[in-house]
């Protein structure tokens, strides 16, 4: 990359030279310096080596140049000018004047990021909203140029929107006959993506029985013995747990989760302020009804209680309003109502503002280290509910077995990033203690704790999984890609809601 030549302003509705302001890049050594990069100032980025890897994830097709030469040195006025001149040329109708306002260090993510963005052209790539989200990037980072695995590049690249396009693009179709097989896991009980009849009383019977009888058994968790009490949590430790994740997951799970320029890596959100007790929920009557319909959901598929959903043709984009019906009745019975309220009250919830509630008490029958590793996966689980893009958890709402998207890949997608989590914990000292130490013992997860929850939901996402892979799934549920798991246009990798 060189810096443009002086020369006077002049229009260019194709945006392929480069054009200066009436302030123009000065080679003198005026104004405060910025501090220096450190690191390769020139990096080309190739499929299959490991810094694409850092970037897209094994087996991509993208490449990314980094060149960093003539910004070297440059002085502050210099830098705002770069900034104001490639706005400029990229986003004609953006005003980038609030570069003259970013402190030194901001001014220099700034200008590194805008290099990033303006050395790598993609169609599409919206760059007015893209160069927007730089600025409030460059303000809030903390990283800069030279940070270990590409960290400043993956930032930036996230930031403006570069990461997900270059993502998408590198998604291939879906085979229509891969997308026909998906209809038929999304809607079981559709022919020919019709529904079946629902068959009211084989619903209605037996699944307030079961409903009763899973209630029971998750309460017998937490009674504790005659004159006993069960340990705790402190919650001021969840939330220390809960910075630790969410820092952790930003490196190390992969590159969709870095890749949405709205996601909470770039709008300031922070997990360990996020984090409450679920002891102190405030109960209302939607709180238990959405409780009741979650639990009837994950049984009405059970095969263990009958598959009534199943059995009874049940479609939940019809159906909804008569399942919602049925629990608003199982709540008028009292003692049904008190055992909803306590055990929402005992389980890990996430609320649309991104406020996650975790339950502090440890279960009767796990030590702490048990008890750690189920608060570590709970809370990936609620942290997943908050990556999820609303694209994503929009088509629960569309499909037969809305379960799948609502809970069945949010906890997909929670066992793999656990998966990750333990095994890099038992590899890493310095891991571990930040996550373990103060329990002062080690024993590793349990088989349930690593693998995928929900029921059939669950599975019915892996089946996904196994059809399109993890990327597709990755683009989907964090960047809101839908078609790439076979919910947006048919036959289509990247034609979903973006």
Not at 17 to 30: G, L, V
Not at 234 to 239: K, S
Not at 297 to 312: I, K
Not at 350 to 369: A, K, M, S, Y
Request: aromatic share 8%.
């Amino acid at each position: 990359m060189t810096l443009p030549p002086k020369k006077e302003k002049q229009q260019d509705p194709g945006r392929t030279k480069p054009m200066s302001r009436t302030r123009r890049f000065s080679t003198s050594d005026a104004g405060s310096r910025q501090r220096p990069a450190t690191g390769p100032a020139q990096l080309l980025i190739k499929p299959g080596s490991q810094e694409s890897r850092l970037l897209f994830g094994p087996g991509s097709k993208n490449s990314l140049i980094i060149d960093y030469r003539a910004l070297l040195g440059l002085s502050k006025e210099d830098s705002q000018n770069y900034v104001e001149d490639t706005a400029e040329r990229l986003a004609p109708d953006l005003d980038a004047s609030e570069v003259m306002r970013l402190d030194e260090d901001a001014l220099l993510r700034m200008t590194y990021g805008m290099s990033i963005l303006d050395a790598n052209p993609v169609d599409g790539l919206d760059y007015d909203k893209g160069i927007k989200a730089l600025f409030r990037w460059a303000r809030q980072s903390k990283s800069f140029p030279g940070a270990i695995e590409l960290r400043f590049e993956r930032e930036a690249a996230g930031a403006s929107g570069l990461s997900k396009s270059l993502l998408l693009n590198d998604l291939p179709p879906l085979p229509d006959v891969t997308v026909t097989e998906l209809g038929k896991i999304y809607n079981p009980t559709r022919v020919l993506q019709v529904p079946r009849p629902l068959d009211f009383r084989m619903l209605e019977s037996g699944l307030f029985s079961a409903i009763r009888q899973f209630l029971d058994l998750q309460l017998a968790r937490f009674e504790a013995g005659p004159g006993q009490q069960l340990d705790r949590e402190p919650i001021e430790r969840l939330r220390e747990l809960a910075g630790h994740l969410q820092e952790y997951v930003k490196f190390s799970c992969g590159p969709y989760i870095l890749a949405n320029p709205d996601g909470p890596y770039f709008t300031g959100y922070d997990l360990s302020k996020r984090v409450e007790s679920s002891e102190s929920v405030q109960l209302n009557d939607e709180l238990l009804l959405s409780y009741a319909m979650n639990v009837a959901s994950y049984l009405g598929y059970a095969p263990e209680f009958g598959q009534r959903f199943v059995t009874a043709g049940f479609d939940g984009v019809r159906d909804a309003n008569v399942l919602r019906s049925l629990m608003k009745e199982l709540l008028t019975d009292t003692r049904t109502s008190e055992k909803v309220a306590r055990l929402t009250r005992l389980s890990g919830l996430h609320f649309g503002g991104g406020t996650v509630r975790l339950n502090p008490l440890i279960p009767r029958n796990q030590d702490r280290i048990e008890a750690r590793w189920n608060h570590l996966r709970t809370m990936i689980h609620e942290f997943v509910h908050v990556l999820t893009h609303p694209n994503f958890a929009a088509k629960a709402d569309q499909i037969g077995q809305g379960q799948i998207i609502r809970e069945g890949f949010v906890d997909l997608f929670a066992a793999v990033i656990f998966r990750q989590l333990s095994g890099d914990i038992q590899a890493h000292p310095e891991l571990a203690g930040r996550f373990l130490a103060d329990l002062g013992t080690f024993k590793p997860p349990t088989g349930d704790q690593m693998t995928t929850r929900y029921g059939d939901s669950g599975k019915k996402a892996e089946s996904v999984l196994e059809l399109v892979g993890l990327p597709n799934v990755s683009a989907a549920l964090v960047l809101g890609n839908t078609g790439s798991i076979g919910l947006g246009g048919p036959g289509t990798g990247k034609g979903g809601d973006t």
